[in-house]
Protein backbone atom coordinates (compact mmCIF):
# COMPACT_ATOMS: atom_id res chain seq x y z
CA UNK A 1 0.00 0.00 0.00
CA UNK A 2 1.07 3.36 -0.57
CA UNK A 3 2.45 5.68 1.87
CA UNK A 4 1.14 8.78 0.79
CA UNK A 5 -1.89 9.16 -0.90
CA UNK A 6 -3.56 11.79 -2.73
CA UNK A 7 -7.39 11.91 -4.19
CA UNK A 8 -8.62 12.54 -7.08
CA UNK A 9 -5.82 11.68 -8.95
CA UNK A 10 -7.37 13.22 -11.96
CA UNK A 11 -10.22 16.57 -11.59
CA UNK A 12 -11.57 18.80 -14.70
CA UNK A 13 -13.36 21.75 -13.20
CA UNK A 14 -14.54 24.93 -14.57
CA UNK A 15 -13.44 28.72 -14.16
CA UNK A 16 -14.77 29.71 -10.56
CA UNK A 17 -15.63 26.46 -8.86
CA UNK A 18 -14.19 25.35 -5.69
CA UNK A 19 -11.98 22.20 -5.20
CA UNK A 20 -10.31 20.22 -2.98
CA UNK A 21 -7.26 18.19 -2.94
CA UNK A 22 -6.56 15.65 0.09
CA UNK A 23 -3.80 14.10 0.58
CA UNK A 24 -3.14 11.01 3.39
CA UNK A 25 0.03 9.68 4.86
CA UNK A 26 0.81 6.50 6.89
CA UNK A 27 4.13 6.90 7.36
CA UNK A 28 3.77 8.97 10.88
CA UNK A 29 5.48 11.95 9.59
CA UNK A 30 4.70 15.46 11.36
CA UNK A 31 5.60 17.39 8.41
CA UNK A 32 3.10 17.92 5.37
CA UNK A 33 3.60 19.36 1.96
CA UNK A 34 1.88 21.23 -1.17
CA UNK A 35 3.46 21.31 -4.53
CA UNK A 36 2.52 22.23 -8.09
CA UNK A 37 4.83 20.98 -11.02
CA UNK A 38 4.31 22.75 -14.13
CA UNK A 39 5.58 21.33 -17.41
CA UNK A 40 9.64 22.48 -18.17
CA UNK A 41 9.23 23.66 -13.99
CA UNK A 42 10.51 22.40 -10.78
CA UNK A 43 8.55 21.64 -7.66
CA UNK A 44 7.20 24.75 -5.91
CA UNK A 45 5.97 25.21 -3.45
CA UNK A 46 2.47 26.42 -2.34
CA UNK A 47 1.73 25.46 1.33
CA UNK A 48 3.48 23.32 3.95
CA UNK A 49 2.53 22.51 8.01
CA UNK A 50 5.12 21.01 10.42
CA UNK A 51 2.33 19.90 12.74
CA UNK A 52 -1.50 20.28 13.19
CA UNK A 53 -1.19 23.70 14.92
CA UNK A 54 1.30 25.02 12.58
CA UNK A 55 0.41 25.98 8.66
CA UNK A 56 3.14 28.11 6.76
CA UNK A 57 3.20 29.85 2.92
CA UNK A 58 5.36 28.65 0.08
CA UNK A 59 6.36 30.12 -2.53
CA UNK A 60 3.19 30.47 -4.15
CA UNK A 61 0.14 30.28 -1.77
CA UNK A 62 -1.71 32.99 -3.38
CA UNK A 63 -4.89 31.80 -4.70
CA UNK A 64 -4.59 28.47 -2.26
CA UNK A 65 -5.94 27.10 0.88
CA UNK A 66 -4.78 24.45 3.24
CA UNK A 67 -6.06 22.36 6.09
CA UNK A 68 -4.42 20.10 8.37
CA UNK A 69 -7.22 17.84 10.24
CA UNK A 70 -4.70 15.47 11.70
CA UNK A 71 -1.30 14.33 11.58
CA UNK A 72 -2.12 12.12 8.36
CA UNK A 73 -4.14 14.56 6.18
CA UNK A 74 -3.27 17.80 4.81
CA UNK A 75 -6.01 19.19 2.05
CA UNK A 76 -5.66 21.77 -0.70
CA UNK A 77 -8.21 24.00 -1.60
CA UNK A 78 -8.53 26.29 -4.52
CA UNK A 79 -11.42 28.96 -3.73
CA UNK A 80 -12.09 30.16 -7.31
CA UNK A 81 -10.39 27.91 -9.61
CA UNK A 82 -8.65 29.48 -12.53
CA UNK A 83 -7.06 27.89 -16.01
CA UNK A 84 -3.50 29.09 -15.20
CA UNK A 85 -3.90 26.69 -12.07
CA UNK A 86 -3.79 23.98 -14.45
CA UNK A 87 -0.97 21.67 -13.02
CA UNK A 88 0.30 18.81 -11.74
CA UNK A 89 -0.26 18.60 -7.42
CA UNK A 90 1.63 16.84 -5.52
CA UNK A 91 2.04 15.99 -1.06
CA UNK A 92 4.84 14.94 0.23
CA UNK A 93 5.92 14.34 4.00
CA UNK A 94 8.82 14.04 5.72
CA UNK A 95 9.95 13.30 9.50
CA UNK A 96 10.24 15.88 12.06
CA UNK A 97 13.92 16.88 12.65
CA UNK A 98 15.15 18.90 10.08
CA UNK A 99 16.84 17.79 6.76
CA UNK A 100 15.56 14.74 5.90
CA UNK A 101 14.59 13.65 2.27
CA UNK A 102 10.56 14.59 1.37
CA UNK A 103 8.16 10.87 0.46
CA UNK A 104 5.86 12.28 -2.58
CA UNK A 105 2.32 11.13 -3.47
CA UNK A 106 1.30 10.23 -6.97
CA UNK A 107 -0.05 13.34 -7.87
CA UNK A 108 -3.12 14.76 -8.96
CA UNK A 109 -3.54 16.33 -12.96
CA UNK A 110 -5.91 19.00 -12.67
CA UNK A 111 -7.54 21.08 -15.30
CA UNK A 112 -9.51 24.10 -15.04
CA UNK A 113 -11.27 25.76 -18.56
CA UNK B 1 18.39 35.00 -4.86
CA UNK B 2 18.67 30.87 -4.82
CA UNK B 3 18.52 28.67 -7.20
CA UNK B 4 19.29 25.00 -8.40
CA UNK B 5 20.11 24.21 -12.07
CA UNK B 6 20.63 21.00 -14.80
CA UNK B 7 23.15 22.28 -17.48
CA UNK B 8 20.91 20.11 -20.02
CA UNK B 9 17.49 19.49 -19.75
CA UNK B 10 17.59 15.96 -22.10
CA UNK B 11 20.33 13.38 -21.49
CA UNK B 12 20.31 9.99 -23.84
CA UNK B 13 22.59 7.61 -22.90
CA UNK B 14 22.97 3.69 -24.92
CA UNK B 15 21.83 1.26 -22.69
CA UNK B 16 24.62 -0.09 -20.49
CA UNK B 17 26.75 3.11 -20.50
CA UNK B 18 26.90 5.18 -17.34
CA UNK B 19 25.14 7.99 -17.12
CA UNK B 20 26.30 11.58 -15.18
CA UNK B 21 23.51 14.25 -14.73
CA UNK B 22 24.72 17.36 -12.99
CA UNK B 23 23.45 20.06 -10.92
CA UNK B 24 24.79 23.60 -9.93
CA UNK B 25 23.41 25.11 -7.14
CA UNK B 26 24.34 28.35 -5.77
CA UNK B 27 23.54 28.69 -2.12
CA UNK B 28 27.20 28.26 -0.37
CA UNK B 29 24.62 27.56 3.23
CA UNK B 30 23.41 24.64 1.70
CA UNK B 31 23.57 21.62 3.97
CA UNK B 32 21.68 18.76 2.28
CA UNK B 33 21.19 17.70 -1.31
CA UNK B 34 19.02 15.19 -2.73
CA UNK B 35 17.91 13.14 -6.07
CA UNK B 36 14.89 12.61 -7.34
CA UNK B 37 14.14 10.36 -9.81
CA UNK B 38 10.48 10.84 -11.56
CA UNK B 39 8.74 8.56 -14.05
CA UNK B 40 6.09 9.60 -16.00
CA UNK B 41 2.45 9.59 -14.16
CA UNK B 42 4.28 9.38 -10.63
CA UNK B 43 5.36 11.58 -8.45
CA UNK B 44 9.41 11.84 -7.41
CA UNK B 45 10.98 9.61 -5.95
CA UNK B 46 14.05 9.53 -3.47
CA UNK B 47 17.24 8.17 -4.82
CA UNK B 48 19.77 8.76 -3.03
CA UNK B 49 21.20 11.90 -0.53
CA UNK B 50 24.14 13.47 0.79
CA UNK B 51 25.13 15.68 3.34
CA UNK B 52 27.21 18.87 3.27
CA UNK B 53 30.07 16.93 4.94
CA UNK B 54 30.73 14.16 2.64
CA UNK B 55 32.08 14.96 -1.11
CA UNK B 56 30.89 11.30 -2.57
CA UNK B 57 28.26 8.64 -1.64
CA UNK B 58 27.34 5.21 -3.05
CA UNK B 59 24.07 3.49 -3.55
CA UNK B 60 23.25 0.29 -5.45
CA UNK B 61 24.46 1.76 -9.30
CA UNK B 62 23.92 5.12 -8.08
CA UNK B 63 26.70 7.85 -7.17
CA UNK B 64 26.14 11.41 -5.90
CA UNK B 65 29.54 13.60 -6.02
CA UNK B 66 29.54 16.99 -4.60
CA UNK B 67 31.93 19.75 -4.66
CA UNK B 68 31.28 22.33 -2.43
CA UNK B 69 34.15 24.99 -3.74
CA UNK B 70 32.08 25.23 -7.39
CA UNK B 71 28.35 24.37 -5.68
CA UNK B 72 28.46 21.22 -8.09
CA UNK B 73 26.57 17.89 -7.89
CA UNK B 74 26.54 15.28 -9.97
CA UNK B 75 24.07 11.77 -10.08
CA UNK B 76 26.25 9.16 -11.94
CA UNK B 77 23.85 5.75 -12.96
CA UNK B 78 26.05 3.01 -13.77
CA UNK B 79 24.85 0.32 -16.50
CA UNK B 80 22.09 2.21 -17.38
CA UNK B 81 18.66 0.26 -18.43
CA UNK B 82 15.66 0.85 -19.86
CA UNK B 83 13.74 1.32 -16.63
CA UNK B 84 16.11 4.20 -15.81
CA UNK B 85 14.46 6.49 -18.36
CA UNK B 86 12.71 9.29 -16.58
CA UNK B 87 13.24 12.81 -15.31
CA UNK B 88 15.89 13.43 -12.65
CA UNK B 89 16.05 16.26 -10.07
CA UNK B 90 18.64 17.84 -7.86
CA UNK B 91 17.10 19.91 -4.67
CA UNK B 92 18.61 21.34 -1.77
CA UNK B 93 17.92 22.40 1.84
CA UNK B 94 19.29 24.23 4.45
CA UNK B 95 18.96 25.13 8.06
CA UNK B 96 18.79 28.65 7.12
CA UNK B 97 15.70 27.98 4.87
CA UNK B 98 13.39 26.83 7.54
CA UNK B 99 13.99 23.53 5.77
CA UNK B 100 12.22 24.25 2.70
CA UNK B 101 13.82 21.88 0.02
CA UNK B 102 14.41 23.83 -3.64
CA UNK B 103 14.13 21.38 -6.67
CA UNK B 104 15.85 22.02 -9.81
CA UNK B 105 14.04 22.03 -13.49
CA UNK B 106 15.06 18.50 -14.00
CA UNK B 107 16.95 16.49 -16.47
CA UNK B 108 15.03 14.07 -18.51
CA UNK B 109 17.44 10.86 -19.34
CA UNK B 110 16.73 9.11 -22.58
CA UNK B 111 17.98 5.36 -22.93
CA UNK B 112 19.14 4.37 -26.15
CA UNK B 113 18.59 0.48 -27.24
Known amino acids: DADVTQTPRNRITKTGKRIMLECSQT?????MYWYRQDPGLGLRLIYY???????NKGEISDGYSVSRQAQAKFSLSLESAIPNQTALYFC????????????FGPGTRLLVL | GESVGLHLPTLSVQEGDNSIINCAYSNSASDYFIWYKQESGKGPQFIID?????DKRQGQRVTVLLNKTVKHLSLQIAATQPGDSAVYFCAENSWNRDDKIIFGKGTRLHILP
Open chain 1, 92 to 103: ATSAVGGLETQY
Open chain 1, 27 to 31: KGHDR
Open chain 2, 50 to 54: IRSNM
Open chain 1, 49 to 55: SFDVKDI
